[in-house]
């Protein structure tokens, strides 16, 4: 609890793996008086009528239609981030509560790790690593092969703002860039990075030497990635996944690797998250598994916090507000 003179703002809490930035917290309660989950399920009659707003940090706390009952005061959710999948939107609007997201604080940083990871599998860097530090290690073998970046295709699916920041990474490595989205960019926009357009997603995964994922996760693009659309790719290729874990079927993914359907995968996200740690994926050479952290830069979490802190005291003062999310 602080000044509660100030607006309240429900948190999911200061502590544990879903806490807030502990960093930002002397901030945030410049702004509002935090309350936390906890103190509000301990004692709903007293801190429902009190939280106009909900602050949402790596996706907690969760919305459900029981918690928008027990808030009438509730005016905005501010979800960090770009992904709306955790969030009914339609629910929430039923209740006249207004959603703002944070899509330009992670655009740069999910776009460097996509890089990051396309280029630590293309040169089977974790292996390397590995190989480099273990005891048993004799001798380097020589014929180590990975493969190479520069000139490949990259075929981009989703060219939003992390897509279109990735395609402006991959032109410094003179890749050829095809992307398959709902719709063309701008020529200008395409000219710019030397990007072409796929109408069908099955002819930029036949084409492509590495794909990269980068699509919201919607009802349609669930499992967008299946075993069919993974044999359609090379055998050489390398498949990035910065979205969202069920973007791909992970059954299908464990059997494409296994047998050699394609090289090699590389994901920032899983589904679940974490895996069961007697997951398949887990014991694979030929994949490199990261825990989610695309957005997680001192710089880019800062900016999502200062953007959520406008949006909310945008909506507490009747203003428009900033990256405010509507019902398409």
């Known amino acids: 609890m602080g000044d509660q003179d100030l607006p309240g703002v429900l948190v999911s809490g200061f502590e544990g793996p879903y806490c807030i930035c502990e960093d930002h917290v002397g901030d945030l309660q410049k702004h509002f008086n935090l309350i936390t989950m906890q103190e509000f399920l301990e004692n709903k009659i007293q801190f429902g009528p009190r939280i106009q707003a909900v602050y949402i940090w790596g996706g907690k706390p969760a919305i459900n239609q029981e918690l928008l009952q027990s808030l009438p005061s ?27 997201n944070t899509p330009h604080a992670v655009s740069n940083p999910t776009a460097d790790l996509g890089m990051a990871l396309l280029l630590a599998a293309a040169r089977r860097v974790v292996e390397g690593y590995q190989l480099a530090i ?56 395409e000219e710019a990075v030397g990007a072409t357009y796929c109408e069908r997603l099955d002819d930029l995964l036949q084409r492509s030497d590495f794909v990269m994922l ?13 075993r069919r659309e993974l044999r359609l790719m090379k055998p050489t290729a390398i498949l990035v ?55 997680a830069t001192h710089q ?19 203003l428009p507000i900033p990256n405010e999310v509507l019902l398409k």
């Open 241 to 295: 996944n910065i979205g969202r874990g069920l973007l791909v079927d992970q059954d299908a993914l464990v059997e494409a690797l296994q047998t050699g359907v394609i090289k090699a995968a590389a994901l920032d996200v899983t589904y679940p998250e974490p895996l069961p740690r007697d997951h398949p994926l887990l014991k694979l050479k030929n994949i490199i598994l990261t825990p989610h952290i695309g957005s």
């Open 74 to 100: 509730l005016k905005i959710i501010a979800s960090s981030g770009a992904g709306l999948d955790h969030l009914d939107l339609k629910l929430i609007a039923s209740f006249g509560v207004k959603v703002a």
């Open 134 to 189: 273990s005891p048993d290690t004799e001798n380097f073998y020589i014929n180590f092969m990975g493969q190479e970046v520069t000139g490949a295709t990259l075929g981009i699916i989703g060219m939003g703002s992390i897509g279109y920041k990735i395609a402006q990474r991959a032109k410094a490595f003179e890749m050829k860039i095809l992307y398959h989205n709902r719709k063309c960019r701008k020529l200008e926009e």
């Open 214 to 226: 980068a699509v919201s996760l919607t009802p349609q693009t669930q499992r967008l990635i299946g």
């Open 300 to 318: 880019a979490r800062r900016q999502m916090m200062e953007s959520s802190v406008e949006s909310i005291l945008a909506s507490l003062n009747g």
